[in-house]
């Protein structure tokens, strides 16, 4: 069972950037997925969450209504788009799921790093002003 991040890079403010989470070993379509990121010297934050079966998605206020998050049952991978990215976005980010047989259906509980036990290698972000 893995997660595979990729898509990190370095930008220019303003510009743009994909990240997918491939996952392998299951079908992760039937678990909640999400993203976080940590900024150097800071703690890991939520970013965004993906759930398949509804296709609700939640959103950090930092990134809402720059960043979607999206996802491919064919190819068991989701997908953060990052649009207007500031060096504020700068940070490795790394996807999650939770992959557990139950979970609740509300922000306060995607958001939290605690919610995922299973996580992927981060990819590397970096926004020049």
């Known amino acids: 069972v893995q997660l595979q991040a990729s898509g990190g890079g370095s930008v220019q403010a303003g510009g743009s950037l994909r990240l997918s989470c491939a996952a392998s070993?299951?079908?992760?379509?039937?678990?909640?997925m999400g993203w976080f990121r940590q900024a150097p010297g800071k703690e890991r934050e939520f970013v965004s969450s993906?759930?398949?079966?509804?296709?609700?998605?939640y959103f950090a206020d930092s990134v809402k209504g720059r960043f979607t998050v999206s996802g491919d049952n064919a190819k068991n991978t989701i997908y953060l788009q990052m649009n207007r990215l500031s060096p504020e976005d700068t940070a490795v980010y790394y996807c999650?799921?939770?992959?557990?047989?139950?979970?609740?259906?509300?922000?306060?509980?995607?958001?939290?790093?605690?919610?995922?036990?299973?996580w992927g290698q981060g990819t590397e972000v970096t926004v020049s002003s």
């Open positions: 070993g299951r079908a992760f379509t039937n678990y909640p």
């Open positions: 993906l759930i398949w079966a509804s296709g609700r998605t």
């Open positions: 999650a799921a939770v992959v557990k047989p139950s979970y609740v259906s509300a922000f306060y509980y995607f958001s939290k790093e605690t919610s995922y036990n299973v």
